[in-house]
């Protein structure tokens, strides 16, 4: 695959703004907003196209938004983008420490996760949550970022 025949970063906030259309985040906003942030986040972290591309699609697999096969095999991205949304990407019943492992071990991932962590962890949008769920994940980014050395 050439340069040329890339998907441009317009293109996949398109792709990840339609994939994900119908969902919202935890407090009801449309759940592109928490992607723009995180590839926001991203490029404000000086990370590259490869690493923005895959802000956005950082949850397009694990929330079935695409599926494996299209990203792996169909969509016209980089091996890098690809390993890092796939590094990205939760598996079922997967302990936090492995996830964790997985980010560490793939290059360019943990700016991404980092930026998400912020965005999820953003104080203005724990606020809006009701107090149970604002305290378990404010625990769960919490330990997340203890695992990847970001504490």
């Known amino acids: ?82 390993d890092i949304v796939m590094a990205l990407t939760r598996r079922p019943g997967e302990p936090p420490e492995s996830y964790a492992e997985r980010i560490l071990a793939t290059p360019g991932a943990l700016l991404v996760k980092e930026s998400d962590l912020a965005h999820n962890a953003n104080p203005a949008r724990l606020a809006a949550l009701d107090e149970p769920t604002r305290a378990r994940l404010a625990q769960k980014y919490a330990r997340m970022r203890e695992l990847l050395g970001l504490a």
Request: net charge negative.
């Open 1 to 82: 695959m050439t340069d040329n025949a890339l998907l441009s970063l317009t293109e996949v906030e398109a792709i990840a703004r339609n994939a994900h259309a119908a969902q919202t985040d935890k407090a009801g906003r449309p759940y592109a907003e928490h992607l723009q942030a995180v590839a926001e986040g991203v490029r404000a972290r000086g990370g590259d196209d490869e690493q923005i591309a895959a802000a956005w699609l950082h949850d397009a697999v694990e929330d079935d938004a695409v599926s494996e096969d299209w990203l792996l095999h169909k969509a016209a991205l980089t091996r890098h983008t690809k």
